[in-house]
């Protein structure tokens, strides 16, 4: 459930206004329409002077050091990923090794990004779906950069939209096109994002990076996620609202759930603010337990934050790692 109305402030980066949403029952297909082009345009233009600004090097994309080649062995760390120990050596040396991975210079990524209804949220200058879409236009910007090639699933409640990877930055100009003309999802239930996460895992043939941006909201996608963990590097960009994790006691407010359109009027007194806070503690902790033991990586991102340093801290953490053979902390 989430308030109807909100009193916002400018984050650290803001972003380009909102693009409107598709009327149709589907994505809108043909030409973007110029004043969505030009919000998309801002976008790019102030995510690759950051990039630009922080990244240099060889290694400039998101999975530096990854790759489904086999390279070295190395004396196992704490933290490391146990499906690659080298059980050959672990068994001449007494002694536990890790199998490193020689980097794919053609690597296929995939971007799952939620656009329902729960999404339509924010008490900021950004909702959460304006900051899914820049958090998807860095990954996919990141991606672009090495030459690899992106393909995308979006989802809007139960609709779904295959893009096939291909690789350049129109690809993902048309990406996020598409996001800017998500249908609209209010009513439509929770994003399916299980079936969003399987059907990347029924197309994508080969190992490769697939990055989810989403609220995360229930749990039926803790198992699809857990099935892609096995056979791909996974990033989750959890996006969130400081206003779903504390609710002032201003009394007598109205609720609504963006999935079902379901509303009820709610007396917010500090007893409720304290038990609604001590709920969302523990939502977001088994949501962060579930990305866990599908070995992905989270970043979260806040409608209150500098997203873009926040993704940018995780690149740049990655190339630490892909320099040095360590291990990054999930």
Known sequence: MQPTSSSPTAPPTELPPATPRSTAGGWVQGPTPDSVAEHLRSLELMITRRLDGVLHGNHQGLTPGHGSEPGESRLYQPGDDVRRIDWNVTARTNETYIREQIADRDLLAWLVVDVSATMDFGTQQNDKAQTAMAAAATVGFLTARAQNRLGAVLVAGRRLHVMPPRAGVNQVRAILASLASAPPADGAGLADLAGAIDRVGAIANRRGFVAVVSDFTGEQW????????????????????????????????????????????????????????????????????????AHAEIVELSTADDWLASIITHVQRKRVQAVRGGVMPR
């Open 222 to 293: 803790i198992q699809p996620l857990g099935r892609a963990g096995l056979r791909h590097e996974l990033l989750a960009l959890v996006v969130s609202d400081p206003r779903e994790f504390d609710v002032p006691p201003i009394g007598l407010v109205q609720l609504v759930d963006p999935s079902t359109g379901h509303g009820r009027e709610v007396r917010v007194t500090a007893k409720v603010q304290r038990r609604f806070a001590e709920a969302a503690a523990e939502e977001r902790a088994r949501r962060l337990a579930g990305l866990r033991r």
